[in-house]
């Protein structure tokens, strides 16, 4: 398969080499495009780490740029809002959005394809060729878990850990979650990270713990927080971890970084 590559300037201009810097990088397939918003620091141009986010639901940024400014939805998601926090001079971020034919729907079962796991190993090695990474931590959040979990397991030699967050379990209404997952297909490290409250019917903490036992992998337990705004599943709930962001996220990179089971964030 042919793959064409379009880079988009970003859409921040750095006033020191430590600035935050997004811009887009986006491989072109058969007869689709997938995306990523990619964040680095300054004028950094080779990166130890690589962290490929998986936002939740419904997960589709429709990232672009227009009138020379970068755009995209699901600017409030966990993963989104707080990509900042992982950036250090060897850590770069990338925002991985749903494949150009699935910005209607973008559903579970497809992400647990074949031809999903082909779409992120191309943007992601598309994000290494332009910005060398040396190894790729997949993370993802809520129904983003599973695009993390299955596009890990179809891309054994990029993933080198996983990261899931406030987990999707099912099966629900929208699909089987990590219900059918299984975990003794992937090789790569696990680390499970769930709020102790929280209140999303689909992602309960007690799953968490069940999950941890299951699959023989750490579970780093966030407590404390807020003030929650919005619904049980929505982003600024306790299910996004609101209030305790940058702790989470720092926990999470610390693991990334040392391998050593971070403590838990919170009271």
Same mark, same amino acid.
């Given at each position: 398969?042919?793959?064409?590559?379009?880079?988009?300037?970003g859409?921040?201009?750095?006033?020191?080499?430590? &600035?935050?810097v +997004?811009?887009?990088? =986006?491989?072109?397939?058969?007869?689709? %495009?997938? !995306?990523?918003?990619? #964040?680095?620091? /300054?004028?950094?141009?080779?990166?130890?780490?690589?962290?490929a986010?998986?936002?939740?639901?419904?997960?589709?940024?429709?990232?672009?740029?227009?009138?020379?400014?970068?755009?995209y939805?699901?600017?409030g998601?966990?993963?989104?809002?707080?990509?900042?926090?992982?950036?250090?001079?060897?850590?770069l971020?990338?925002?991985?959005? &749903?494949?150009? +034919?699935?910005?209607? =729907?973008?559903?579970?079962?497809?992400? %647990?394809t !074949?031809?999903?796991? #082909?779409?992120? /190993?191309?943007?992601?090695?598309?994000?290494?060729?332009?910005?060398?990474?040396?190894?790729?931590?997949?993370?993802?959040?809520?129904?983003?878990?599973?695009?993390?979990?299955?596009?890990?397991?179809?891309?054994?030699?990029?993933?080198?850990?996983?990261?899931?967050?406030?987990?999707v379990?099912?099966?629900t209404n929208?699909?089987?979650?990590l219900?059918?997952?299984?975990?003794?297909?992937?090789?790569?490290?696990?680390?499970?990270?769930?709020?102790?409250n929280?209140?999303?019917?689909?992602?309960?903490?007690?799953?968490?713990?069940?999950?941890a036992?299951?699959?023989?992998?750490?579970?780093?337990?966030?407590?404390?927080?807020?003030?929650?705004?919005?619904?049980?599943?929505?982003?600024?709930?306790?299910?996004g971890?609101?209030?305790?962001?940058?702790?989470?996220?720092?926990?999470?990179?610390?693991w990334?970084?040392?391998g050593?089971?971070?403590?838990?964030?919170?009271?």
């Amino acid at each position: 398969m042919r793959i064409a590559i379009l880079v988009l300037a970003g859409s921040l201009v750095a006033p020191h080499a430590r &600035a935050q810097v +997004d811009g887009i990088v =986006t491989a072109k397939l058969e007869r689709h %495009t997938i !995306a990523a918003l990619v #964040t680095r620091q /300054g004028k950094a141009k080779a990166f130890k780490h690589g962290i490929a986010i998986f936002p939740g639901h419904p997960g589709i940024l429709k990232l672009r740029e227009e009138n020379g400014r970068l755009e995209y939805e699901q600017r409030g998601n966990f993963l989104i809002r707080s990509r900042r926090h992982w950036l250090d001079d060897e850590t770069l971020l990338a925002v991985l959005d &749903a494949p150009s +034919d699935e910005w209607a =729907t973008f559903t579970q079962d497809f992400r %647990t394809t !074949a031809r999903y796991g #082909t779409d992120v /190993g191309a943007v992601l090695n598309e994000v290494s060729k332009r910005y060398p990474v040396g190894e790729w931590t997949f993370v993802g959040t809520s129904e983003g878990s599973m695009s993390a979990f299955y596009a890990a397991r179809m891309n054994a030699q990029l993933a080198k850990r996983v990261i899931l967050t406030s987990s999707v379990w099912g099966p629900t209404n929208s699909g089987p979650g990590l219900s059918g997952a299984k975990f003794g297909e992937i090789s790569a490290p696990l680390l499970w990270v769930h709020h102790e409250n929280d209140p999303c019917p689909y992602t309960q903490y007690r799953d968490a713990r069940r999950y941890a036992e299951r699959t023989m992998s750490p579970l780093l337990t966030v407590r404390g927080g807020g003030p929650e705004k919005g619904g049980a599943c929505q982003a600024h709930s306790f299910h996004g971890f609101v209030g305790t962001e940058r702790a989470v996220v720092l926990a999470m990179r610390s693991w990334v970084k040392t391998g050593a089971v971070p403590a838990d964030v919170g009271r």
